[in-house]
Every structure is written in C-alpha cells, then in structure tokens.
C-alpha cells in the first residue's frame, strides 16, 4: 500500500517536443481508422464499441452470432459472425481493417467453449491474423490476476483461465505487433469517467484488498480505445483499477513508468 501511496502522489509534467521523437509504431498507430472489436457484444465489448463510435473510427463487431448481436445492439457496428475458435473465420472477419481490439470471454469453465478454446486458442488466432495482416495495433482486455500476478500453472480458479489467458498473452507479446494489455481488476459495469483510474504492475496489484480490486468498465474502454493512438500506451501490459479521487488523475503517466512486463 505504501508504494500505490507514493505513486498515487505522483505526477508527471507533460514533456514538449514530442514530436521529433516519434516512434515508427507511433506513426503507425496515428493511421488507424477502422477497428475490429472481438466480444463486441460482451459487457466490456460494447462499451468498446460506444467508446470508439465516439472518436468516430469504423467499426466492425464480431460475435457468434451477428442477427442475434443486430437485434439486441442494433446498428452501433458493422455485426460479422466470427466464432474465434475458427481460424478461417477470424482471417476473414480481419481482412481490409487497421486494428483489433479484444474483449472475448469464455462462458463456461471446462468444455468447448472454456478458457482453453476461447480465452487462448480464440485471442491466438486473432493474433496470429493480425501479424499476417499487418494490423497496426492489437489491444487485449485480459485480467489484472493473469501474466505474472501469479503462478498460473497452479491456479486452477475458473477453469484455469488465467493459465490460459496468460498464454494468449504470451503470443501477443511475442508477435511483433504492437500491443496493449489490459488486465482489468472485477468489473462493474457502469460508464466509467467519475473516478481515478490507476495503471499498476500485475505482481504488485495482486497483493491489494479484494474490496479495491475494482475498474468500471467505461474506464477498461477509455484505455483500450486510447491505446490505439497513444504510442506510451504500445508493449505494455498492466493491471487497470479505480480508486478514490478524481478523474483527471493522469493514468498515462502510470503506465509511462511501467517497465515491460516479462513473459
Ligand atoms: N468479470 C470480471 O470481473 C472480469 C475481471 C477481469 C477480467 N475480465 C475479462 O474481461 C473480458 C471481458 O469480460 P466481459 O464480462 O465484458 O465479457 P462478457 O460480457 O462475458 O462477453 C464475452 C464476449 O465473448 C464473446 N465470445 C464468447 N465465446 C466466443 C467465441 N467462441 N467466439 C467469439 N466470441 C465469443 C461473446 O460474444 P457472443 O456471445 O456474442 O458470441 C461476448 O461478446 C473477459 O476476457 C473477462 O475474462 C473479467
């Protein structure tokens, strides 16, 4: 606790002439204008989506079933069924677009449509589509307890999802891309905008209070959709909370000063 104190105090001035340092991955990520959101329908997903309507960039939503996902959401996405576990339907659900946000999740522990087939296989062939398409950007929304806010190989909460998402996480690491990670703490979902947000190292995030281990999900998406555009945010991958405080607490800062995270 002292430490998220300490940093909680923090603040950084913004710097000045930043432009001469961009980044080629920056440059990069300035191009994009259409986003593939995969779980656009999910608690998270749509308010992705709401999020990245706002900024007007195009936006395709993927989910299993695309007449269904019509008629609950309407027309707030290009609606393409794409079951993830199904390369083919992910090649095809990528094609001719810049970036791919995630937010899928699995709906029962064990059995076909469990952590192991969705959560990795799912967020693996995503990744590996965008390498071959040359996504610009990929943004995951996995789990502030995944990654190395654990030993996940003897964690067998949920199916062992967070073993499994902590793979999917390892691909997208290792794939060239450039990437975002979120791992969001328990989700409430309200549309976020009203508290601090907070970016912590998982390690570090795992040893708070149950009780504080909470982020709106408005909040998950601000982050999410900003990291398509924000190069501070590229390789780095970070549990995302709130706590009390405004909401003009600079989290970007946090995130700046966030090593990578190890595999
Ligand atoms: N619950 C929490 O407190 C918490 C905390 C930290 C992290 N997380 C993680 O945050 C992420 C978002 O959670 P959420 O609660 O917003 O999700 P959610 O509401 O449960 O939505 C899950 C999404 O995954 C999609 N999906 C499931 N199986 C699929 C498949 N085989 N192919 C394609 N899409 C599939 C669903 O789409 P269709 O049904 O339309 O196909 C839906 O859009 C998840 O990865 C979750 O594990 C959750």
Not at 128 to 155: I, M, T, Y
Request: hydrophobic residues 40%; aromatic residues 6%.
């Amino acid at each position: 606790m002292t430490n998220r104190r300490t940093l909680t105090r923090r603040r950084f001035i913004a710097t000045t002439g930043l432009s001469a340092m961009v980044s080629p991955t920056a440059l990069a990520q300035n191009e994009i204008r259409s986003v593939v959101v995969a779980g656009a329908t999910g608690r998270t997903g749509k308010r992705i989506v709401e999020a990245l309507n706002a900024q007007g960039f195009q936006v395709r939503g993927l989910t299993r079933d695309a007449a269904r996902a019509q008629n609950r959401h309407g027309n707030i996405a290009e609606w393409m069924s794409c079951d993830v576990r199904n390369p083919n339907a992910v090649a095809a659900a990528l094609t001719g677009m810049d970036a791919v946000i995630c937010a899928i999740g699995y709906t029962e522990f064990a059995g076909p449509n469990g952590g192991q087939f969705v959560d990795y296989l799912g967020v693996r062939h995503l990744v590996d589509q965008a390498v071959a398409q040359h996504a610009k950007h990929f943004a995951l929304v996995s789990s502030g307890s995944a990654g190395p806010a654990r030993e996940q190989n003897r964690n067998p909460l949920f199916g062992y999802v967070g073993y499994w998402k902590t793979k999917a996480e390892n691909r997208l690491k290792s794939s060239g891309l450039s990437f975002t990670i979120v791992g969001p703490a328990g989700l409430v979902d309200v549309p976020g905008g009203t508290r601090t947000i907070r970016a912590l190292n998982r390690p570090e995030y795992i040893k708070l209070p149950m009780a504080e281990r909470v982020v709106d999900i408005g909040d998950v998406a601000t982050v999410a959709v900003a990291s398509l555009t924000d190069p501070v945010l590229s390789g780095k991958s970070f549990a995302l909370l709130n706590e009390d405080g405004p909401p003009s607490y600079d989290w970007r800062a946090d995130v700046k000063a966030l090593p990578p995270e190890e595999s």
